[in-house]
């Protein structure tokens, strides 16, 4: 786990499935696995509302998978709908003093991502101009940062209404 801001880490699934029932953590889950792991699936469930995203107290969950396709991080039209979700849900952990926990299965393409966001959009700590600066600026700070096409062609996308 990387603390890339006071209070926001980045991790895998692994690490994740640790901190899930520890006191004072919250976790932002981008990835398929864990998704499907909360829910007690086997596979995912398009019909259920639970599909996409999650919210709870303790945790917020993206059935994400790390595709070389954009459109598939802008499911139905509301994939900047779902960024704001949890960037915003991560804002009122950490207000609550909560340590958060932004993970995925290898913590190099999906949850640095948002980590990124966060710090662009919300934090203002880098360039919030590009997707293209703020990921230059963002790899410095977490060197292991290897976005998969997919995530990088929808962040530059829709980087004006994120």
Not at 3 to 25: M, Q
Not at 47 to 61: D, G, K, M, R, V
Not at 145 to 152: D, T
Request: glycine share 6%; with cysteine; aromatic share 10%.
């Amino acid at each position: 786990m990387v603390e890339v801001a006071p209070g926001l880490w980045v991790g895998t699934v692994a690490e994740a499935r640790i901190k899930l029932h520890t006191t004072g953590w919250a976790i932002a889950n981008v990835a398929k696995t864990l998704h499907l792991d909360l829910h007690g699936w086997k596979n995912s469930d398009p019909a259920s509302q639970h599909y996409i995203l999650h919210e709870t107290p303790e945790w917020i969950s993206l059935n994400w998978v790390d595709a070389a396709d954009p459109a598939l991080f802008d499911y139905r039209g509301a994939g900047v709908e779902r960024v704001h979700a949890i960037l915003a849900w991560i804002s009122r952990s950490l207000i609550a003093g909560k340590q958060v926990l932004i993970c995925c299965d290898t913590a190099r393409s999906r949850s640095p991502s948002v980590a990124l966001l966060y710090l662009a959009k919300y934090l203002h700590s880098i360039p919030d101009s590009s997707y293209v600066l703020a990921q230059t600026t963002f790899s410095k700070l977490y060197p292991s940062y290897e976005p998969g096409k997919g995530i990088a062609g929808f962040l530059k996308e829709k980087w004006e209404m994120i």
